[in-house]
């Protein structure tokens, strides 16, 4: 029976199986009810949203547990209705009135600060009064703080978190997370007084603090926090607000979190693949007469992909046959892991050696293989060359000038891509020597000699690790825009870089996603620089995991990961072994390099002489064959990026 007046969740239960119902057993449900005579709802505010617990039913009515959600069904009139009328009605109209919905993917996002916040993205998804419109309700302190109330000149309503004393003072609402389950956080936030970092913070049901996001907030506007968390188990869990400016209070706005199975994240994926990487083509072929020239046979094979996907090369390379023929094989794109670095290049002052990689620049331009310069600087103190670490500011400045005219102009023009300083979030190696604006120079310097190049900041931890304070996406966009907007800036090619070093266990995709969709609202082009996963039984998944996020995202337009054969001394992530035959890792790559080309197949066209198909960006070669003559004709074709549907005219023996 359908519980009234419970308190616990457990106690809410369908009268019958959804199965029984003719309803699914999984996906999200939510309900719409018909409204007329003899239907009186209370609590009209909560019909029909999922809510996190019993008591944001603060109305006479009932709950039901669904799909894991406490959803509020609330008939007044099932109290006074005779038994067997109730059962006619639920009989009736339960099952017509319910829709199901398989939510997409809201990738949409901003780094503005608004005066008012946009709506709450997925109506709130599992949170309770997520627009404060029914005030505080559904909302307690935690802490040491108080909230309360507020309203804007508009009449927006959101809640203030004041009166702190501690970082986590806040505002909470408890839901239940379901294992197995990723979990897209966002809410619109600021603060009353200066600027500062709001961060979002799930504490677990055993104490554990979890940061699933960050913005830098404001007093006067709305800023989007968008981040989100996977849950390991299924629990309650409380979601907290946390800013270290403890004399500032919290307002927050249209707060949702959404609950997505790895089957639906999967569909996004796949959904977005399809919109982002292939375009459609109809081919049109006639004879030399005007005639369509039905049954034509089409035969079609990709020649080259558009999207950058490859793989880091080491010196062993140089020398190894085996190393090359695997490499070759498989990759049209990579980064040197350490032979153009400072470090490799300038071991003992004043003695410059690029021997070993210009014979890898070599390999690769025979090949066919573009090359990202990695990296012209590296501002972590650790690996500056030797003879570098004690010099005076002065002499510093000297030996850098003369390191970044050497590489960029020996380099330039042979290039895709330099990380001009590479983790300067987490570093500041030369800032500390030469003053705040370093980098910024070197950008300048950089662009000067290879204008045509374009310039990444390189980072780790922005995408991989939520609780990275230096690296979260906006400390990252921070200093993008404090470089870009150095005199002699403006007009550079700027790229981010996101190295994506994931450690072991399951990646906090939620997560991943919406630092992408931060990062991708700047415009500029994000690439994945250095992607590998720990060490763990189940790496070859979390590393298929990672492509497919990286590759289906709509802003990222290159990967290149850092894993190679264990020939040439990779010992994290290893794709082939001694003898180079794939381990699971490698049998990963290999079926994302097949899976995202096109597979070479015959088609026949159809009466009208017509052929119409999605190809992936890229490049093709066509045959058609004349089914009277079977004379064949050729000729190559290019599927574009900015093109999503494309005809193509065809006169054969014209």
């Given amino acids: 029976m359908i519980t009234k007046g419970a308190k616990k969740e457990e106690d809410f239960a369908w009268p019958f199986g959804p199965d029984q119902a003719g309803l699914p057993l999984t996906g999200e ?113 935690f802490g040491q703080g108080a909230i309360k109330e507020g309203i804007s000149k508009n009449g927006n309503r959101y809640i203030v978190a004041h009166s702190r004393s501690q970082p986590l003072d806040s505002i909470s609402q408890k839901v239940q997370l379901e294992k197995g389950k990723l979990y897209s956080f966002s809410a619109w936030v600021q603060i009353n007084g200066g600027r500062g970092n709001v961060a979002v913070v799930f504490k677990m049901s055993r104490g554990e603090l979890v940061r699933g996001g960050k913005v830098l907030a404001r007093n006067g506007c709305w ?263 150095y005199p002699g800036n403006q007009g550079i090619s700027a790229g981010i870089g996101l190295q994506g070093h994931f450690g072991s266990g399951q990646p906090n995709l939620a997560y991943m996603r919406s630092s992408l969709d931060i990062l991708g609202s700047t415009g500029l082009p994000i690439w994945l620089t250095e992607v590998d996963v720990g060490k763990d039984p189940n790496q070859a998944e979390y590393l298929e995991q990672v492509l497919r996020e990286g590759y289906s995202h709509p802003a990222v337009k290159g990967i290149i990961m850092f894993v190679g054969p264990a020939n040439a001394g990779f010992n994290s992530t290893i794709l082939a072994d001694e003898d180079f035959q794939n381990t699971p890792a490698g049998d990963v790559v290999d079926k994302l390099i097949d899976e995202w080309k096109f597979q070479t197949k015959e088609i026949k066209a159809d009466g009208k002489g017509s052929v119409e198909i999605p190809l992936f960006h890229g490049d093709y070669n066509i045959t058609v064959k004349d089914p009277v003559s079977s004379s064949l004709t050729a000729f190559s074709y290019k599927m574009t990026k900015d093109v999503t549907k494309d005809t193509v005219h065809l006169r054969i023996n014209a």
């Fill in 29 to 141: 449900l939510r309900f719409s009810f018909l409204i007329g005579i003899g239907f009186i709802p209370c609590g009209l505010k909560y019909l029909g949203r999922p809510i996190s617990n019993s008591d944001a039913c603060v109305f006479h009515g009932c709950v039901a547990y669904i799909s894991g959600k406490l959803v509020c069904l609330c008939f007044e009139m099932m109290k006074i209705l005779a038994g067997c009328w109730v059962l006619v009605l639920i009989t009736i109209f339960l099952p017509s009135v319910c829709r199901i919905h398989a939510f997409s993917y809201d990738y949409s996002a901003t780094t503005e600060c608004l005066i008012e916040p946009q709506r709450a993205q997925y109506e709130g998804g599992i949170i309770a009064n997520p627009d404060f419109t029914h005030g505080v309700q559904g909302w307690t302190v």
């Fill in 223 to 485: 800023s989007l926090l968008k981040g989100g968390v996977f849950a390991n188990t299924s629990s309650r869990v409380e979601i907290l607000f946390e800013s270290k400016n403890t004399e500032a209070e919290i307002w927050v706005d249209n707060v949702s979190l959404q609950p997505f199975t790895m089957e639906q994240w999967r569909s996004h994926q796949d959904e977005s693949t399809d919109k982002e990487r292939k375009g459609k083509v109809r081919f049109e072929v006639r004879n030399a007469n005007g005639t369509a020239m039905e049954g034509a046979r089409f035969s079609i094979k990709q020649t080259k992909s558009d999207f950058p996907f490859g793989c880091c090369m080491n010196y062993h390379i140089i020398n190894s046959t085996d190393y090359q023929n695997w490499f070759a094989l498989r990759f049209k794109y990579t980064t040197f892991t350490n032979e153009m670095k400072w470090y490799s290049t300038e071991k003992i002052q004043g003695q410059e050696n690029y021997t070993v990689a210009d014979a890898m620049v070599r390999f690769a331009q025979q090949n066919g293989i573009s090359i990202r310069g990695h990296n012209i600087f590296w501002d972590d103190p650790v690996y500056q060359p030797h003879w570098v670490k004690n010099l005076t500011s002065e002499e510093l400045q000297k030996a850098a000038a003369q390191r970044i005219k050497s590489v960029v102009s020996r380099y330039a023009g042979q290039l895709i891509a330099w990380d001009v300083m590479n983790e300067n979030l987490h570093f500041s190696f030369f800032e500390d020597k030469l003053g705040k604006n370093a980098s910024a120079e070197y950008y300048a310097r950089a662009y000067q000699l290879d204008p045509d190049t374009t310039m990444f900041l390189n980072e780790y931890n922005t995408i991989e690790y939520s609780s990275d304070e230096k690296a979260n996406p906006f400390n990252y966009k921070t200093k993008l825009d404090e470089i870009l907007s």
